[in-house]
């Protein structure tokens, strides 16, 4: 599955896909709940720390919720 380009106009909400749906509310999900992010290969945990890295969070994890809804 190919990801999607970023675009550097806001997005259209009638565009909106169903993985930008999943996206959407699971980056809300990221940001509330704090903590999230990423292990190291020294095995230590770092922090998102911008939103570039929460958003690419939450397309990854739609990414795997459609390829889990396809595969089932």
């Known amino acids: 599955m190919a990801k999607a380009a ?6 259209n909400p009638i565009a909106w896909t169903l993985r930008d749906e999943i996206a959407m509310r ?5 940001v ?6 990423t292990t190291q290969p020294d095995g230590k945990h770092r922090s998102y720390s911008n939103m570039r890295e929460y958003a690419e969070a939450a397309y990854s994890f739609a990414d795997y919720m459609l390829r889990a809804r396809e595969a089932a």
């Open 6 to 11: 970023p675009k550097p106009e806001p997005a």
């Open 26 to 30: 699971m980056g809300a999900a990221l």
């Open 32 to 37: 509330v709940k704090g903590g999230w992010g």
